[in-house]
């Protein structure tokens, strides 16, 4: 049985108990206004925003402030080849969005596992990610194969959990399940489904 309740969000005083609870981003982002804090990001940015502020009364979360860029290539404009290396500065530019389509094909798309491999590799070329690209989808087809969740996408993922370990139910058990589950504590803020879930009571 349920002892305990989500307090208002503005009445807590620590980061541990902030991360007890499930917060929407829209609550979050209220939150950060209420506060001062800046309000961008995603949602688990936020979360560690508040908490960092409510730790130690910083209005500012260690990595708010990016380190400029030192290259000056501009993605919207420069020619782009191959052999074009990735700079400190690059930009999904429609510029880029170009390039690939023509060494890809017109089914190109940027996608977060491919942003993301660019970002993490500075120093490589375009002919580089263009190899990555390729391997990314012939791994997102291959048999079996799950796209994957943002971290942040809680909801998404125990969804996909609900209904893998219950075939016979569908999206209204989902959403009443998840419901419940998301009112509950959690020691580090993550809601993840547990056959246990089937036994909660609203």
Request: glycine share 4%; proline share 5%.
């Amino acid at each position: 049985m349920q002892t305990e309740t989500r307090p208002p969000i503005e009445t807590i005083t620590s980061s541990a108990a902030l991360r007890r609870w499930y917060w929407t981003k829209a609550e979050l982002e209220a939150e950060c206004r209420r506060r001062g804090l800046k309000i961008t990001g995603a949602k688990f940015t936020q979360l560690d925003r508040i908490a960092h502020f409510l730790d130690t009364g910083e209005t500012r979360l260690p990595g708010d402030t990016q380190p400029r860029s030192t290259s000056r290539f501009d993605w919207h404009s420069e020619p782009l080849t191959p052999e074009t290396v990735i700079t400190d500065s690059y930009r999904n530019s429609q510029n880029v969005r170009r390039f690939f389509k023509s060494e890809v094909g017109a089914q190109f798309k940027f996608n977060r596992a491919f942003m993301a491999w660019i970002k993490a590799n500075t120093g490589k070329t375009l002919s580089d990610a263009v190899a990555e690209y390729h391997r990314l989808t012939a791994a997102a087809k291959a048999p079996g194969a799950q796209s994957d969740i943002a971290h942040h996408n809680q909801f998404n993922q125990y969804t996909r959990d609900f209904l893998a370990d219950n075939p016979d139910m569908g999206m209204p058990e989902v959403r009443h399940f998840w419901a419940l589950k998301r009112s509950l504590p959690s020691e580090d803020g993550r809601h993840r489904y547990d056959r246990s879930d089937l036994d909660l009571k609203a």
